[in-house]
């Protein structure tokens, strides 16, 4: 017999080495969730080993599946199908009815990236130069007609280069690369994603030009780093999003270019990926707004 800790219901129970976890949560009374019966296609039983994985029997088949569909680390099992050899340690991941309503809404995504990763992820900030004295010198009808096409526009760049859109906020994308699927090198999609946006600029232009009178040019700072990846639903909306110094870093980067005068600034993260395959016009020490201490950023080649 083992034993095994309900860190959220703060409870030992026994279990067998027949029994599965959610067996020997039930028979102890826990009101564990199992929405399929146990049969491995909801997914709702759900457990994070804390402690004790390798007391675990390797995944089955059926468990398998599920998880590799879902994309679940090694440490989130299916109490249904799960028999252990040894003491663990648990806590149920699904423990109330919003927690079943999100669960249950993952099986309509096939990313993996709802359930929160931590991943090394190519971070691209970039804004447009002089944005904000365009939108106050026009009505609000041309400037959001404008930004839906400048968005739509750089949307198909980035997905054509691998990377997801995360966010928008007035001129300003978030884009990462390296989320939906393992690249050899992300960093250089994201600097080809820029060069990209830069040439379908001379279009967007032509079409912005004779009409507004103005042309739009664009900033960008890259990061490659560590990051919380992860899908995040609102109800109205749902996006991927990622967490993390990175992404700060990132942006802060991509504001020096007002500083240098520059089109294309990356971090030394970013650089050690792309050294030798980018030309680099040049580097700079420097202090970044909200941080403490000296980067070096590369200027690089459009
Ligand atoms: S109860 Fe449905 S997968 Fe375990």
Redesign the pocket.
């Given at each position: 017999m083992f034993k095994i800790y309900s860190q959220t219901d703060n409870k030992q129970i026994i279990a067998s080495p027949e029994s599965t976890i959610?067996e020997a949560t039930l028979k102890a009374g826990i009101n564990h969730?199992?929405?399929?019966?146990?049969?491995?296609?909801?997914?709702?039983?759900?457990v994070y080993i804390i402690d004790g994985l390798s007391n675990c029997l390797p995944r089955n088949a059926k468990?398998k599946q599920?998880a590799e569909r879902l994309g679940f680390p090694e440490n989130i099992r299916?109490?249904?199908?799960t028999k252990i050899r040894g003491n663990i340690t648990i806590r149920r991941l699904v423990v109330d009815d919003l927690d079943i309503k999100i669960i249950l809404k993952q099986f309509g995504d096939t990313s993996g990236t709802k359930l929160g990763q931590e991943k090394d992820l190519t971070i691209l900030f970039t804004d447009i130069e002089n944005y904000t004295q365009f939108a106050e010198a026009l009505p609000a009808y041309d400037v959001v007609h404008t930004l839906n096409r400048y968005y739509q526009t750089m949307n198909d760049i980035i997905v054509q280069h691998k990377g997801i859109i995360s966010d928008v906020a007035g001129d300003g994308i978030l884009a990462l690369f390296g989320v939906l699927e393992d690249r050899e090198n992300p960093v250089l999609d994201a600097i080809d994603a820029v060069r990209a946006m830069h040439t379908a600029l001379i279009r967007f232009n032509a079409y912005l030009h004779p009409i507004y009178n103005r042309s739009f040019e664009i900033r960008a700072g890259i990061n490659f780093g560590k990051v919380i990846v992860g899908s995040f639903d609102t109800g109205m909306m749902s996006k991927i999003s990622a967490i993390g110094d990175a992404v700060n870093f990132a942006s802060r980067i991509e504001d020096m270019n007002k500083d240098f005068g520059t089109r294309l600034l990356i971090s030394q993260s970013a650089f050690e990926k792309v050294k030798g395959l980018v030309k680099t016009h040049k580097m700079y020490h420097s202090g970044l707004k909200g941080k403490s201490g000296e980067y070096t950023l590369y200027d690089i080649e459009v």
């Open positions: 959610l969730t199992h929405v399929c019966g146990g049969n491995a296609r909801c997914s709702t039983c759900r468990e599920l299916l109490a249904c199908q």
